[in-house]
């Protein structure tokens, strides 16, 4: 069966300071977008700092245990067990801080009116603990498998590209770049000040 | 829904509404809210004993995810039982069997599910389902007006103008539910006839004249 509680779920530690739990991913579910969210500590951010503005979720934050203060827009909230934040606007910036030692965020979202796709940013952070120790092979994979089902992911491409650039793969770094700003041209902005591509920025074929 | 681009409350703000047959109560999350990414519901055991969860499939082709938010539940899906406390997650795929009972009172599952490579398209079920609690529990205005948006939802399906006729039927108001009735065999006589003779919520208005002349 599959089932799971939610403290043995994988805790990813997150640049940020916040700890992904992945749910989605765990069951590979694929028709709704969920994952849970711990802190390192009370104070510790356990809701990223974030609008939706690119991805246009409308998302809702469940405190599933402990308790969190979530800023919506400017205005601070302190959330328990079982009381909710529903973000229809996804322009609204949002986040959260832990408030007890083992709160737990689950974190429920979609764009309306469009099938679920895979988000971008999970293969990303899945890949984070690979990428911290430089093992770029298997961040790579990572991003190679998830590359699989949407070839034409220009997040997906552009990400890849950067553990390529970094894991000394150059050649592979600049063909997913091209692809990616191709896709959408935006990416090409994004890699100029990317630190990732400090390895190929002065080759030939880096989109300018 | 206020005008600030957000909401918050709580699972115990959220309407009650037990079921017909079993003894889970829905607290319908994703109505209240209108949150239209994929559907997302509260569902709780009153009792030690009672179904959080009813048995049942997701013929359609729904994936489920169950979260125990509250309480302890046991889970069998497929043929697997497990105990599963607050902070349990249980997956099941589509088609397959799955139930919940309470193992402590108060028990409560947040359930959320879609389909894959589609839209999410809010299921009729959850306004039938709460027009029915609702004229259980004596308040048929606001049950009608459940049983309106599922009309209009879905204006092309049978399922809706046929529980429509039921719910009518249950009421006592026997012009309106052979009206709707009327358009349910409209759309669909060969499924009307197949539920309606056995469907005991028509049984008010069965001895009607009309009735015959629709069912004949």
Sequence with gaps: MSLVHVDDLQAIELPDGFVWRPVRRRFGIRAFGVNAYTALGPGGQIVEEHTEATLEHEEIYFVLRGRARFTIDGDEHELGPGELVFVRDPQLRRGAIALDEDTVVLALGGRPGAPHTVSAWETMFAAVPAAREERWDEAIALHEEALAEQPDSAPLLYNLACMEALGGRHVDALLHLGRAVELEPKWAEQARQDPDFAAIRHEPGFPV | ?216
């Design chain 2, 1 to 216: 829904m206020s005008d600030r681009g957000y909401e918050i409350l709580s699972i115990d703000d959220l309407d009650r509404y037990p079921t017909t047959q079993g003894s889970q109560i829905l607290r319908p999350l994703r109505r209240r809210i209108g949150f239209r990414p994929f559907g997302v519901n509260v569902w709780v055991g009153e009792a030690v004993g009672d179904h959080v969860i009813e048995p049942h499939r997701e013929p359609e082709g729904t994936e489920e995810l169950y979260v125990v938010v509250r309480g302890l539940a046991r889970f069998t899906v497929g043929e697997e039982a497990h105990e599963a406390p607050a902070g349990t997650l249980v997956h099941v795929p589509p088609g397959m069997f799955r139930e919940a009972t309470a193992q402590e009172a108060g028990t409560a599952v947040l359930a959320m599910g879609g389909k894959e490579g589609e839209a999410f398209q809010p299921g009729a079920w959850e306004d039938f389902f709460v027009a029915y609690a609702e004229l259980r529990g004596g308040d048929p205005q606001r049950g009608r007006a459940a049983m309106q948006e599922a009309l209009e939802r879905q204006p092309d399906e049978w399922q809706g103008p046929y529980n429509a006729a039921c719910f009518e039927a249950l009421a006592g108001e026997a012009d309106a539910a052979l009206e709707h009735l009327r358009r349910a065999v409209e759309l669909n006589r060969r499924e009307v006839e197949r539920y309606a003779p056995d469907d005991t919520d028509l049984d008010s208005i069965r001895e009607d004249p009309r009735y015959a002349e629709l069912l004949a």
